[in-house]
């Protein structure tokens, strides 16, 4: 599912470079940022936050920051929707949930209100 992203960014003229599981993303006009791709099918509730959320493992999350990703890119499988957020804006959202149950290490909630949509493929 990352190559839909791969393919709109591409189409829209940035170049892609892989970087660990993050990509260097270059813009038509030349600007430079740090990029995490995922794709998810489907937003889930969470009760807790009474809010329609993704989750990421946390330790990813957290290696994210420590590497300075600028933009988290999703593609939603269920609606074909693309969407973008700065994980600036995201992080005093994020809702951290420490259990192991879903994710070794802890999980990272993050409120899909906070993505804005930039094309639906």
Not at 26 to 53: C, D, F, H, Q
Not at 75 to 89: F, M, P
Request: proline share 4%; aromatic share 14%; hydrophobic share 40%.
């Amino acid at each position: 599912m990352i190559h839909r992203l791969k393919e709109f960014l591409i189409s829209k003229g940035y170049t892609l470079t892989e970087e660990n599981d993050c990509f260097v993303a270059v813009s038509p006009s030349g600007n430079r940022a740090l990029i995490n791709l995922r794709w998810k099918t489907k937003p889930v509730w969470g009760k807790i936050a009474k809010r329609w959320e993704w989750s990421m493992p946390l330790l990813r999350w957290q290696e994210y920051q420590r590497m300075g990703v600028a933009y988290s890119f999703i593609y939603e499988k269920q609606s074909g929707k693309i969407y973008v957020a700065r994980l600036t804006d995201l992080q005093p959202q994020a809702r951290t949930y420490y259990a192991e149950d879903l994710d070794k290490g802890g999980s990272v909630f993050l409120p899909v209100d906070a993505y804005k949509t930039v094309a639906t493929v």
